[in-house]
């Protein structure tokens, strides 16, 4: 079985600024891969980056990265120079590799930019 | 344009109905799947089919029933059985890995 825990209900970021939105995860798969996904109030899902357990290095895409600690299972998303268009929820996601294609999601954090 | 559709939009169902919502892919993945969004809450998965003609249940079946008659389709029943239908369903479907792609969604509200 997987959990992921969001602890942050919601976050406040100034624009421009840089955010970090709090993921932690328990499995017992050797193997798994961690997503965060965005979901803007208009409902879809839009992927933002991914982390597998046995990349070396952490993930990066554009202003997202991902503090991967595997020791602690966390995987924190940070968006750096926050932008308007940022507000919205995030969700933590995270599937084994023994449960083909079942991603199971955290509570998901609001993330608030202010001008 | 590749992607993945949802309708309707917006649902609304009497106590009683079987309602079925459509999820269409042309992505040409193998694998789909159908979530429900409660109100501030996380995704919770339904059902998935990782091949035509082949389904498995999610955490949260009870009520719910599906068929994956062709590649790109994906329907979900929501029956009279479901207790509580009134969410937001989400349809996804991947390549064979476990990265999702998602449709727009459809807001069922039970009247």
């Known amino acids: 079985a997987q959990k992921i825990t969001q602890t942050q209900p919601g976050m406040f970021v100034q624009e421009k600024e840089a955010v970090t939105l709090d993921c932690t995860y328990d499995?017992?798969?050797?193997?798994?891969?961690l997503f965060w996904y965005k979901q803007p109030s208009s409902g879809e899902m839009i992927f933002l980056i991914y982390?597998?357990?046995?990349?070396?290095q952490n993930a990066t895409e554009g202003r997202y990265s991902l503090n991967f600690q595997k020791a602690r299972k966390s995987a924190n998303l940070v968006i750096s120079a926050s932008q308007l268009g940022d507000s919205a929820m995030y969700f933590c996601?995270?599937?084994?590799?023994?449960?083909?294609?079942?991603?199971?999601f955290g509570q998901g954090t609001i993330l608030t930019v202010h001008p | 344009d590749g992607g993945i559709t949802q309708s309707p939009k917006y649902l609304f169902r009497k106590e009683g109905q079987n309602v079925t919502l459509s999820c269409e892919q042309n992505?040409?993945?193998?694998?789909m799947y159908w979530y429900r969004q409660d109100p501030g809450q996380g995704l919770r998965l339904i059902y998935y089919?990782?091949?035509?003609?082949?389904?498995q249940k999610g955490d949260i079946a009870e009520g719910y029933s599906v068929s994956r008659e062709k590649k790109e389709s994906f329907p979900l029943t929501v029956t009279s059985a479901q207790k509580n239908p009134t969410a937001f369903y989400l349809c996804a479907s991947s390549i064979g890995g476990h990265l999702q792609f998602f449709g727009p969604g459809t807001r069922l509200t039970v009247l």
């Open positions: 996601a995270i599937a084994g590799g023994t449960s083909y294609g079942k991603l199971t």
């Open positions: 089919s990782q091949i035509v003609n082949d389904f």
């Open positions: 992505l040409n993945h193998d694998a």
């Open positions: 499995t017992s798969d050797p193997s798994y891969g």
């Open positions: 982390q597998g357990s046995y990349d070396q």
